[in-house]
């Protein structure tokens, strides 16, 4: 099947910085990934659609301000949670569309302290 | 997206067929029928996904009702490394994002 990566796969950051998240899909072109986040022992929620060359689009109550999203190539889009906080810790996870099927990343797991 | 119900949790023993049920009764025409699984702490793992005729991987196999308003993953011989959570998934070819509902546990046990 087709390959996701993601890089960081964990990261510890302090209150008040910012965190990028990096998403890649390593053997195949994607105009279009996703963002999810998933809080223990919860399911996958969709936070935004990252278009490649466009703005991305965010689902009801993600704010677009605190969780920036660039998908500047068709390999390559990055997250970045701005002012991290605590509740902001979660694992995030990506994904790309190869023909008629998803790909999902490792997924990254965000703490913040 | 049409909404999916599934069972919270099943069990099964090592070496035996697993089957996972799944409702999708407001599937519309277009929709495809979607499994992955989630191992703890990992990505989800695309498993098989179908219209309306039955398909078959090295991994699983996928039935779909007549009606198309439900379906079954079936894992011919269970492992102990099939435990995860399934989760079932309708979706348009290209539509890209997924649904998650909560999934089926699927406990594999010696």
């Known amino acids: 099947g087709a390959v996701v990566s993601q890089h960081p ?12 998240i990096e998403c890649r899909s390593l053997d195949f072109q994607a ?9 223990p022992k919860q ?6 659609t990252s278009n490649e060359g466009s703005k ?11 969780f920036l999203i660039n998908h500047a190539s068709l390999t390559l889009s990055t997250l970045t949670v ?19 099927t998803q790909y999902f990343g490792p997924g990254t797991r965000l703490l913040v302290l | 997206d049409a909404k999916t119900t599934q069972p919270t ?39 098989i996904h179908g219209l309306k005729n039955n398909e078959t ?8 009702t007549e009606d198309r308003k439900s379906s079954t993953l079936i894992l011919p011989h269970a492992t102990l490394r099939d435990t995860a959570v ?13 649904t998650f509902g909560d999934g089926t546990t699927l406990t594999v046990k010696p």
Request: overall charge neutral.
């Open chain 1, 82 to 100: 701005t002012s991290a906080h605590p509740e902001d810790s979660s694992f995030y996870i990506c994904s790309a569309g190869r023909g008629e």
């Open chain 2, 57 to 64: 991987n090295e991994m699983a196999s996928l039935i779909i």
């Open chain 2, 9 to 47: 949790s099943m069990d099964c023993a090592e070496g035996r067929a697993a089957n996972l049920p799944c409702n999708h009764s407001t599937i519309s025409g277009n929709e495809y029928v979607y499994w992955y699984r989630q191992i703890h702490s990992q990505g989800p793992q695309y498993i």
């Open chain 2, 86 to 98: 399934y989760y079932c998934i309708v979706s348009a070819t290209n539509a890209g994002k997924s």
């Open chain 1, 43 to 48: 399911s996958l929620m969709l936070m935004a």
């Open chain 1, 31 to 39: 105009t279009t990934m996703f963002w999810y986040r998933q809080f």
């Open chain 1, 9 to 20: 796969s964990r990261v510890i950051c302090k209150s008040g910085t910012s965190v990028k």
């Open chain 1, 56 to 66: 991305a689009t965010y689902e009801q109550g993600v704010e677009k301000d605190k």
